[in-house]
C-alpha cells in the first residue's frame, strides 16, 4: 500500500507513459500499403535512424521535394479560390481519374502559371484605375481652385482672389484670361504635377505642385513644406474622401493639395519632402507621461484605539484593531514578508520530496542517498531554521530581529548577543545547522559521480571476463586489453548502474553535477527571495481594496445623499470587480504559475524525453491548414 502511494500510479498528469520499441520489417512492394494504414490507425511513432544525413541524402528527397511542391501549389489555389469567394466541391482527383504524378504536376504547374498571370494583369489594371481615379479627383478639385479664384478677381477687379499673390499696379483692371498668379504660364496644374519641366525662374512667375496625401499626414506635409520653404509657399487643400490608394491597393482618407512657389530652389526643396513625407512622419510621435500617486488618507480615524488585554491577541488572522492605525501598513508587511517565506521553503520542500517518487519509480537509490538527502539537510538547515525562528517568534511574541539572527549566524556563529537571543542553547544549534548545510555541499557534488564511475569501471571489467570466457585463452589478451582501456575512458550507464555497453565519460558526469549543486546552493537563497513576490502582490491588493474602500465607497455614503450612495457603489463595484476580480486575480494566477514552474519543478522534473508523435493522416492534414 506504501509503495502504491508513493508511486502515484501510471497518471499521464505525473510523467509520461511506457512506450514500448518495436521493430517492423516489411517487404518493399507492401511499404506503400503498410505506411499509409498506418497513418490511418495514428499510434505508431516512426524514429529516424538516419539523423547523421541531411534532407538531401535521404533515399526519397526528390519525391518528397515533389510532393512538397505540389502541396504548396494547392495551397496557393485555394488561397486564391478563398480570396475570390468562389464555391468550390471537395473531390479528390484521384478517385475520378488514374493521373500519375507527372501529369499532376504538369498540371498544376500550368494552372499556377496562368493563375500568377492573372493576378499580375488584375495587380496592374486596379493600380492604374486607381490612379486614373485620383488623377480625376486631382483635376476636378484643382479646377474648383483656380475657378473660385477667377470668380473673386473677376469681381472684385483685381487678381487677388482664392489664391492671391499680388496686386498688379494701381487701378489696373482684371484680366480672367491673363495668369491666375503672376504672368506667362506656369500657374496652371498637370497630372500629379503641374509643374513645367522646363521651368525658367524669374521674378513674378511661380511654379505649382498639386497631388494627393493621406489626410493623417496632411498637416505634417504641410508643417514640413512651411519649414523647407522659409514660409515661401501659398498651399491649398480639399478633403476627397476614400479612395484607392494604387500603391497599397486599400481604402486611404486623402487630400487634394496645391501648393505654389516661387525659385528653383523651393521647387526642389518641395520635391524633396513629397519622396520623404512618408518616412519622416513615421519617425514622429506624440506620447504622454502620467504620474500617478495614489495616497491614502489616514487621518479620518479619529479617537484612540485600545486593545482588552484581557482577551488577548488572536489566535489566527489579523486583528481588525489595526485598521486605520499609524503602524498598520509596517505590520502587514513584515506579516506578509514571513508568511511569504514559510509558504516558499514549504513548496520547495515538497518539490524535493517530489523527487524521491521519480528515484523510487526509476529505482535510482543513489540520488535519494546523493541528492535528495543532503539537498533536504542544506534547505532545512538554513531556510527550515529561519522559518523555524519566525514561527517561534509569533507564538512566544519575542522581540528578537530575525535579520540579525540570521546575518551573525555566518559572521560570528557560536555568537548570540541579546538582540537575536530567542532560546537557550541557540548558539550550539546554529553552529551545528551550519556545519551540516556546509558539509551537505560536498556531499551532493562528489559521491555520486565516484560511484558512477567505480560502477563503469566494473561493468567493463565484467565484459572483458566474458569475452575471455567465450573466445577462450588464444584471444584472452586483446579482450582484457580492450577491457582496462574501456574502464580507464570509463563505461557503462548514467545514473543507478544502467545502460550497458555505453560510453561514459567521467568529466562530463561531474561536470553535470558541479552545474547541478551550485544550481541547487545558490537557487536555495534566491528561489527563496523570489518567493516574496507573494508579498508584494498581496500588498497591492490589500492597498488597492483599502483605496476603493476608503475613497469611493465610505466618501459617497458620508456625503449622505442617495444618489451619491448609488454612484459610488456603483464605481465600488465595478472597479473591484474589474481591477480586484479580474486583473489582480491574472496576476497572482501569472506569478504562482511561475513559482510554481521555476522555484517548485526544478527540484525533481528534468524533461530529458521527447513527445510523442505519432503518425497520423488526421494530425498533418490540420497542420497543412
Not at 67 to 87: M, S, T, W, Y
Not at 315 to 332: N, R, S
Not at 377 to 394: D, E, H, Q, R
Not at 548 to 570: E, H, K, N, W
Amino acid at each position: 500500500m506504501a509503495g502504491r502511494l508513493l508511486d502515484m500510479g501510471n497518471i499521464d498528469l505525473w510523467r509520461s507513459e511506457e512506450m514500448q520499441l518495436v521493430q517492423l520489417m516489411i517487404p518493399a512492394d507492401a511499404a506503400h500499403d503498410t505506411v499509409e494504414a498506418l497513418g490511418e490507425i495514428g499510434l505508431l511513432q516512426f524514429k529516424d535512424l538516419n539523423v547523421d544525413k541531411s534532407a538531401f541524402q535521404r533515399t526519397y528527397a526528390n519525391q518528397v521535394r515533389r510532393c512538397d511542391e505540389l502541396a504548396r501549389k494547392l495551397r496557393f489555389f485555394k488561397e486564391q479560390i478563398e480570396k475570390a469567394g468562389v464555391p468550390v466541391a471537395t473531390r479528390s482527383l484521384l478517385d475520378t481519374a488514374n493521373v500519375t504524378m507527372d501529369e499532376l504536376e504538369g498540371l498544376l504547374e500550368q494552372l499556377e502559371r496562368e493563375m500568377v498571370e492573372m493576378n499580375a494583369n488584375h495587380d496592374r489594371l486596379q493600380r492604374a484605375a486607381a490612379e486614373l481615379a485620383e488623377l480625376s479627383l486631382l483635376l476636378d478639385c484643382a479646377g474648383r481652385f483656380f475657378d473660385s479664384a477667377r470668380r473673386a478677381a473677376s469681381g472684385a477687379g483685381t487678381m487677388a482672389g482664392g489664391l492671391a499673390a499680388g496686386v498688379s499696379g494701381p487701378g489696373s483692371t482684371a484680366d480672367v484670361s491673363s495668369p491666375l498668379l503672376g504672368g506667362g504660364g506656369g500657374g496652371g496644374l498637370g497630372a500629379m504635377e503641374a509643374s513645367s519641366s522646363a521651368y525658367e525662374p524669374k521674378i513674378g512667375r511661380l511654379g505649382s505642385i498639386a497631388g494627393l496625401v493621406a489626410r493623417e499626414r496632411l498637416a505634417g506635409f504641410e508643417r514640413l513644406l512651411f519649414r523647407a520653404t522659409r514660409g515661401n509657399n501659398y498651399f491649398r487643400s480639399m478633403a476627397v474622401g476614400k479612395v484607392l490608394d494604387p500603391a497599397t491597393g486599400e481604402q486611404v482618407d486623402k487630400a487634394v493639395f496645391v501648393v505654389f512657389f516661387a525659385g528653383e530652389r523651393a521647387r526642389v526643396k518641395i520635391g524633396k519632402v513629397r519622396i520623404r513625407i512618408r518616412i519622416r512622419l513615421k519617425c514622429y510621435k506624440d506620447g504622454a507621461i502620467l504620474d500617478i500617486e495614489d495616497r491614502r488618507d489616514c487621518g479620518h480615524h479619529g479617537g484612540e484605539l485600545e486593545m482588552d488585554r484581557a482577551a488577548g491577541p488572536y489566535a489566527f488572522g489579523v486583528d481588525p484593531i489595526w485598521h486605520g492605525t499609524k503602524t498598520e501598513l509596517p505590520f502587514l508587511n513584515s506579516m506578509k514578508m514571513k508568511m511569504s517565506i514559510l509558504v516558499g521553503v514549504a513548496h520547495m520542500n515538497l518539490g524535493i520530496i517530489m523527487s524521491v517518487l521519480n528515484n523510487n519509480y526509476f529505482r535510482d537509490r543513489l540520488s535519494t542517498i546523493c541528492e535528495f538527502v543532503p539537498q533536504m539537510i542544506f534547505l532545512n538547515g538554513l531556510f527550515g531554521y529561519l522559518s523555524a525562528l519566525i514561527v517561534g517568534k509569533w507564538a512566544s511574541g519575542s522581540t528578537a530581529d530575525l535579520y540579525h539572527v540570521m546575518i551573525y549566524m555566518f559572521l560570528k556563529p557560536g555568537d548570540v548577543d541579546a538582540q537575536g537571543f530567542m532560546f537557550s542553547g541557540q548558539a550550539f544549534v546554529q553552529v551545528t545547522l551550519l556545519l551540516v548545510a556546509l558539509v551537505a555541499v560536498p556531499w551532493m557534488l562528489l559521491p555520486k559521480p565516484l560511484i558512477l564511475k567505480a560502477r563503469a569501471e566494473a561493468a567493463a571489467k565484467a565484459r572483458g571476463e566474458y569475452h575471455r570466457l567465450e573466445h577462450g585463452d588464444q584471444e584472452a589478451g586483446g579482450h582484457a586489453a580492450g577491457a582496462h582501456a574501456a574502464a580507464a575512458h570509463g563505461g557503462g550507464g548514467h545514473g543507478g548502474g544502467h545502460g550497458h555497453g555505453e560510453h561514459f565519460e567521467f568529466g562530463e558526469v561531474m561536470v553535470h553535477q558541479m552545474i547541478h549543486t551550485i544550481e541547487f546552493v545558490l537557487g536555495a537563497v534566491s528561489n527563496t527571495a523570489s518567493y516574496l513576490r507573494l508579498w508584494a502582490l498581496s500588498l497591492a491588493h490589500s492597498q488597492l481594496s483599502a483605496v476603493f474602500y476608503d475613497r469611493v465607497l465610505m466618501m459617497t455614503i458620508q456625503v449622505g445623499s442617495p444618489y451619491a450612495m448609488v454612484v459610488g457603489f456603483f464605481v465600488f463595484a465595478v472597479a473591484t470587480l474589474g481591477v480586484l476580480m479580474v486583473m489582480e486575480s491574472l496576476s497572482a494566477f501569472l506569478h504562482a504559475l511561475r513559482l510554481h514552474w521555476v522555484e517548485f519543478q526544478n527540484k525533481f522534473y528534468r524533461g530529458d524525453g521527447y513527445a510523442f508523435v505519432p503518425f497520423h493522416f488526421g494530425k498533418e492534414h490540420a497542420a497543412e491548414e
